[in-house]
């Protein structure tokens, strides 16, 4: 199916794209663009293994705030920009070289719908978890991180029942807030985060709140508005509400187990291990939704229920039953261990299958000789 994507967003037109449009001159031709799209991801990686190093449990900032060294809140900023740069050329760049591919637009989606979760779980680490005093609660992280993930969902969803991807107004705004925050913390330092702004307001409830109005307000009625015009124009992809709302049932679920073990933990496992589990929700979030990008690129029908959501089934069962006990911490960190193993084989699988199908190389531009 041919690509396509709609962005309407006065600060991506106006400002980014003409930057975008500089920097992609100065790519060499023969660099394939997935390297790109990869690089940047790399990157997101290492930026956020760097802040965890420093900040496992999300309470440097908030009890000594030189914890975090001040190169480390410079380098999230331009780790951000880069893989903010990266993410935005590589359509160019493989338009430019004549080699987009479904294989590259998979990639790009597939890499950003682990990237989202990264991003939130990075920026964690600026405002910190609540101590009382200052920070965020980890219950509010949680929603937050779902919040931004539920945006993402829909952005593809409603491509999956319109054919057209259009690109939300949040991830600009996101990225460039977020390369914003990190320079504002390396220039002033985290203390900023921990005064009222406004009416006794920290700048955190802020970006929360305009987080929520952001997605409830304009990106979430903007997704119904177009697949509502879509139906009129007699566009949409799938005839039934049945075959529409498919791709949300295996997302929708994901998130209410998640959140039952959330709410009903014996031993409060988001409070103990916060980095472990919002991590594992971003990795679980990011296969369901790669399942549905496939989907909607081969015009498959998407499964009802993902397989993750079985053994997830199990491991809540266990832990809120009290089954597991003192070791649930234990079987958090083998269930994360395994949900990541079991993404990245995916996405090797996929890409392999792929390469091999279209006759191309994932990173490079040589032709493939055909045995």
Known sequence: SQYSAVDTNPLSVYIMQPIWNKIIKIVPLWIAPNLLTFSGFVMILFNYFLISFYDWDYTASGTSPGLVPTWVWLFSAF????????????????????????LGELFDHGLDSWATSIFVLSFFSVCSRDNGKTGVSVYTMYIYLSIVLFNFMCSHWEKYNTGVLFL?????????VLIAAYLLTGTVGVEIWQKPLLFGYYITDVLVILLIGFSLFLSFPQTLYNIHKAHLKKTLKNDSLY??????????????????????????????QPRLFLWMVG??????????IVCQMSSTRPELFHWFLFPL?????????????????????MFTALVTAAHVHYGVCVGRQLSEHLNIYIFSLKKRVRE
């Open 313 to 333: 089934a199990l491991v809540v069962y266990a832990a809120i039953s009290g089954l597991l006990g003192w070791t649930e911490e234990v079987v958090l960190g």
């Open 243 to 272: 075959e529409g709302l498919l791709p949300l049932v295996s997302p929708l679920l994901l998130f209410v187990l998640l959140t039952v073990w959330v709410v009903l933990s014996p031993s409060n496992i988001l409070a103990k």
């Open 168 to 176: 939300p107004w949040g991830y600009d705004i996101s990225q460039v």
């Open 283 to 292: 990795v679980a979030f990011s296969n369901v939704i790669c399942k549905v």
């Open 79 to 102: 780790t951000t920009f880069c893989a903010y740069a990266l993410d935005s050329i590589d359509g160019k760049h493989a338009r430019r070289t004549q080699s987009s591919t479904p």
